[in-house]
């Protein structure tokens, strides 16, 4: 099962050896505890494993993203893979990237998310880390390539400013969904690097969902946050959308979310669907994750999603909340174990 990084429960600090040939001391960690979850459908407690985390990610110039079971820090313009979470003692990776040369046009370091193309950063010359910068910059480099540096893409549709990136191993490309989600643009570093790959999406032509009411559909067009993700199933040969609205209600002090998810053909057809079959989508600040979900003791045609301040299992059927817990957390990342991807 996938490690995942909850409640605010930290212990004080302890000392974790690490190997000498990394490291001349050994790094501080916090321990995060472990936690119970219910799970709605075998209304069964499962165990959250615990987690060692490195006082550093808990920085804010700290994580900036998870993919492939790696994470990425970014700290003085130079992004660092290091996958020494909860591993035992036996010398953890960290590749350090070459430094940034920011846009002129990009004048924030802020990054929305980041994506890799397969999980052998150090030793696959083939694999390509995606860093999207909030604004009109993204940047690929090859970690593995002697003369490793980064090639910076200058985007020039505002639809994609604020997108975030995922790797697409069907179309061996970096894509994004425009931010009102009708059409995805696909980089590479080859053809698509200065042009990108535009496909545009056939959506429906009416209410979404049959049964959703003007009203609702108003109120999801007037929420104060949209956001969207693809997501590819390796295991079923599958692409979907999924659109996150959330409504804040500050006198309450508690958020609203509501999900939706379209199935994208090759073609560009898009299908809002209420049954993703024996999958789950896992959505935090790492790069979006479908996997099955029975091999892993989660919950089918669900989504899991985490974010800094609440934790919850929704079912896609009904965008019913299982499970919700609020908390406190500088790290809402989902971190998987590379087999799991």
């Keep these: 099962m996938s490690h995942l990084i909850r409640r605010l429960k930290l212990s004080k600090l302890s000392h974790f050896t690490t190997s000498s040939r990394f490291l001349s001391s050994s790094p501080i960690y916090y321990y995060v505890r472990g936690a119970e979850s219910w799970e709605p459908v ?25 993919s492939h079971g790696w ?29 940034f040369v920011t846009l002129p046009h990009c004048q924030t370091q802020i990054v929305t998310n980041v994506s890799m193309s397969s999980s052998s950063p150090d030793d696959d010359e083939d694999c390509i880390v995606a860093v999207k910068f909030l604004g009109p910059q993204l940047s690929l480099c090859r970690p593995a390539q002697r003369d490793c540096k980064w090639s910076n893409i200058r985007i020039t549709d505002p639809s994609f400013f604020s997108s975030h990136v995922m790797y697409s191993k069907r179309d061996e490309t970096f894509s994004m969904p425009a931010s009102r989600g009708h059409y995805i ?5 080859g053809r698509h690097m200065k042009e990108p790959k535009i496909q545009m999406l056939r959506l429906p032509d009416e209410a979404p969902i049959p049964e959703m009411t003007e009203k609702k559909w108003q109120r999801l067009e ?32 508690n958020l609203w979310d509501h999900f939706l998810v379209l199935k994208i053909d090759k073609e560009g057809n898009a299908v809002y669907t209420k049954d993703i079959g024996h999958l789950c989508i896992l959505l935090s600040m790492s790069e979006a994750i479908c996997i099955p979900a029975k091999s892993n003791g989660r919950v089918k045609n669900s989504i899991y999603m ?36």
Excluded at 42 to 66: D, H, N, Q, R, Y
């Design 71 to 99: 994470v990425a820090t970014l700290k003085n313009g130079v992004v660092c893979l290091q996958d020494d979470l909860d591993l035992p003692d036996t010398g953890p990776k960290r590749i350090p990237l070459p430094p």
């Design 222 to 253: 007037s929420c104060c946050t949209k956001q969207h993700y693809l997501v590819e199933s390796l295991h079923t040969d599958e692409t979907f959308m999924v659109k996150w609205y959330t409504e804040s209600h500050p006198i309450a002090n």
């Design 42 to 66: 075998s209304a069964e407690t499962i165990m959250i494993p615990s987690l060692k985390v490195p006082t550093e990610l808990l920085k804010e110039i700290g994580m900036i993203g998870a």
């Design 185 to 189: 643009g696909s980089w590479d570093l």
């Design 306 to 341: 985490l974010k800094e301040h609440e934790f919850a299992i929704v079912m896609i059927s009904t965008n019913q909340k299982f499970g919700r817990t609020p908390f406190a957390c500088s790290l809402p990342y989902y971190i998987p174990k590379r087999l799991l991807i």
